[in-house]
């Protein structure tokens, strides 16, 4: 898990934790008979860094992706999940959304879609709380991410009148189990 919540699928503290990632964390216990601990990184790369070195077994809700697929073993689809763009209030009437200054998370399969989209102002950060930060400080002028943890964010932080961007070349995509593929086979 990341340090930084992110809701609705992580939150709360390592002691007292929430979130669909934890209702399924409690059903894999239940269910399987094994106690889960709970570890707290920084940023996703570091969450990958300690499945690759077996520092822990698995992390609940990844996506499969071309660059993560040759180093993880993925579960089957645990949950399906919509990629949106959240457009900054003062960008909503933007008509080609590839001009504008997009963020999203380094590693994850929405900036690759970005990429793969051709466009050209792409700003990685490492944490959610950069992410968020980057649109409400005007820096950025769009963010892609998932249309729950969007949605949250605004229910959380009482923001209203925002834009959610939905585009169909974002599409769908599934969240897994992500473990480590030497130790698993």
């Known amino acids: 898990m990341t340090t930084t919540p992110f809701y609705p699928y992580w939150g709360g503290s390592l002691n007292t934790p929430q979130g669909l990632a934890h209702d399924i964390a409690l059903f894999l216990e239940k269910e399987l008979a094994v106690d889960i601990e709970y570890v707290a990184y920084d940023?996703?790369?570091?969450?990958?860094?300690?499945?690759?070195?077996?520092?822990?077994?698995?992390?609940?809700?990844?996506?499969?992706?071309?660059?993560?697929?040759?180093?993880?073993?993925?579960?089957?689809?645990?949950?399906?999940?919509?990629?949106?763009?959240?457009?900054?209030?003062?960008?909503?009437?933007?008509?080609?959304?590839?001009?504008?200054?997009?963020?999203?998370?380094?590693?994850?399969i929405q900036c690759s879609i970005?990429?793969?989209?051709?466009?050209?102002?792409?700003?990685?950060?490492?944490?959610?709380?950069?992410?968020?930060?980057?649109?409400?400080?005007?820096?950025?002028?769009?963010?892609?991410?998932?249309?729950?943890?969007?949605?949250?964010?605004?229910?959380q932080s009482e923001l209203e009148d925002q834009k959610i961007y939905f585009d169909k070349r974002f599409g769908h995509v599934y969240a897994s189990f992500m473990m480590n593929k030497k130790i698993m086979i």
């Open 43 to 108: 940023t996703i790369a570091q969450v990958e860094k300690s499945i690759k070195e077996g520092e822990v077994d698995l992390a609940i809700g990844y996506l499969n992706s071309r660059e993560r697929n040759h180093q993880f073993l993925f579960s089957g689809p645990i949950y399906q999940e919509s990629i949106v763009g959240w457009i900054a209030s003062n960008k909503k009437d933007t008509v080609d959304v590839s001009q504008l200054n997009w963020a999203c998370l380094a590693g994850t």
């Open 114 to 155: 970005l990429r793969d989209l051709s466009f050209k102002k792409i700003n990685e950060v490492e944490n959610y709380s950069e992410f968020y930060d980057k649109l409400l400080a005007n820096e950025v002028d769009a963010l892609i991410g998932f249309h729950a943890s969007f949605y949250n964010f605004f229910k």
